[in-house]
């Protein structure tokens, strides 16, 4: 008696799945990571065809969350756990940027101060749960996020001073760049960071760093300015991008919980090397007053040359800035941005202080300009535009 049909279909079936590591890599590598991640556990075949397919996924993914959630918890919380069900990256480090006053509670009496900041912690704790377990995370709290809603790299730009926001960068292993997250913080037990600790932040000794965007968190305590400075001054060097400001505090670093007692002042970021990796940026001032001025400005970034191609940009602008500095005109310095980047996506915030200045390393990792005299990088009232861009996109 013949065997049934839909049983030669099935073992056929079987067979394939089993034994052709091509027809497995094809059809695993239309699945998101989450879900392609279990498929791996399948067997020892799905395993290898998951661990290939993931070497060919190295894009930069980005999610972005505005106004308030339908339901309680933070918003950007939500979004996230529903395009991390549907992203084809493994993410290895998680910078994200929330909105002070819905994250913590900024503001009221004392006592709701208290118990808003409570549950920002639970939020963030919340928020890293639903990374990989070696994925590296920061996360800081801004009066305001600039940020281009997910989707496409084309969608506009916006500058949100007020309400609820929170954006999400999502970098995966991306050949022949490294990006190292770093820590330094000030309490009554620690000091200055040493040479050693900034090599082991691959902040020094390091020849192929090309930029450091850096975060100073609760920058209002007595000594944070001089913190700041001691740290900046030491890696303030020409072929280095530095770039980033003052933020409100600290929401999220995973590899220390809750280990300094008290809620010390300190710096985060993140250090980018690699012989493929170029930047730009540009120092928007006073001089800076209008649309026509701010477009100026733009011109000077896109004379940098940097590829637009695998290229993010970061707005890092002072709260005394935005629409009331532009006499009630709104978007105005993101609009000048995505007129001149129309495919770069632009992501920053609002803050209390600038840090960086007019500065280009190239395709030879050279300024255009250069002199002995090393630049002033903390500002007030300033803008600090800058583009990143992370080699040829695989």
Known sequence: MEPCSC???????????????????????????KTLLRAAC????????????????????????????????????????????AIHILPQTFLYIV???????????????KARKKNGAETAATLEKLLPAQCHVVGIATPGIIVTPMGSRCNHPQEIE???????????????????????????RSKVPNENQLTEADLKSKADLRIVLMFGYNTWKEGAARFLHQVINRLNEKSIIIAGGQVEHLASYTSERNTHGSDPFGIVGLAISGAQVQGATVLLGLDVYDQSTAEGAMQRLKA?????????????????RGYQYYKSKRNVEADAFRKFFPTVPLFGFFGNGEIG?????????????????????????????????FGPAK
């Open 42 to 85: 399948v067997c020892r075949l799905w395993n290898v065809c998951a661990r290939r397919i993931l070497k060919t996924q190295r894009s930069i993914t980005w999610i972005s969350s505005a106004g308030p959630s339908p339901s309680d918890g933070y918003s950007l919380v939500r979004v996230v756990a529903q395009e991390l069900e």
């Open 357 to 389: 200045c007019d500065r280009i390393v190239t395709g030879n990792f050279t300024l255009r300009e250069c002199n002995d005299v090393k630049d002033d990088l903390l500002h007030s009232y300033t803008t600090v535009m800058t583009l990143i861009h």
């Open 7 to 33: 049983y030669q279909v099935d073992a056929r079936s079987t067979y394939v799945l089993s034994n052709l590591a091509e027809v497995v890599e094809r059809v695993l590598s239309g699945l998101p990571t």
């Open 162 to 188: 007020d309400g609820e926001a929170g954006l999400a960068l999502l970098f995966p292993k991306i050949d022949g760049v490294n990006i190292q997250t770093f820590h330094f913080f000030k309490d009554t």
């Open 304 to 320: 940098a040359n940097i590829p637009e191609h695998n290229t993010f940009g970061f707005m890092f602008a002072c709260v005394g």
């Open 99 to 113: 909105d002070a006053g819905t994250f913590s509670g900024h503001g009221g009496n004392r006592g709701q101060k």
